[in-house]
């Protein structure tokens, strides 16, 4: 069973470093676009002060085009 919740953007975003992930654009105060250089990937991810919801979670996961499984194990 996978637990994806109790993450927070800034666990989030040190995982999608970890992966080779980079801080490409700041769209507003509360959206940024990240970027994988290796495959040019581009997606958006809401910052948040908060823990994501499970949703929210794999919809980031989804546009990273990151596994959960692989995510978890970082």
């Not at 975003?13 to 654009?25: D, E």
Request: no cysteine.
């Amino acid at each position: 069973m996978r637990n994806l919740t109790g993450y927070t953007y800034f666990m989030v975003t040190a995982k999608l470093i970890f992966t080779g992930f980079q801080f490409h654009y700041e769209i507003s105060n509360d959206i940024e676009e990240w970027i994988n250089p290796k495959t040019s990937k581009i997606f958006k991810i809401n910052k948040s002060y908060d823990f994501y919801s499970e949703n929210e979670l794999i919809s980031v996961l989804d546009q990273a085009g990151i596994s959960i499984e692989e995510f978890l194990s970082i």
